[in-house]
């Protein structure tokens, strides 16, 4: 992500594989938006980790872009 990043003039989207465990390695390495699935799908509570995810998101300024 982070040398997509760098080498594009346009924001750098992260897609697949995405989840709580590296949501923030991610958005630090430059992704300005994700894509979120399976992480919410498979979750025990899936309200709650969108939840949790977009709160995540909302320190680094992505939330904005998040639909729920």
Do not use: W
């Not at 949501?23 to 994700?34: K, N, P």
């Not at 980790?49 to 995540?56: E, K």
């Amino acid at each position: 992500v982070r040398d997509v990043s760098r080498s594009l003039d346009i924001p750098a989207y992260a897609i697949g594989g995405i989840g709580p465990a590296n949501i923030d390695s991610v958005t630090e390495a430059g992704a300005r938006g994700i894509a979120v699935s399976s992480a919410i799908c498979s979750a025990q509570d899936p309200e709650r980790a969108a939840r949790d995810l977009t709160h995540r998101l909302e320190t680094t300024g992505i939330a904005r872009s998040v639909s729920t």
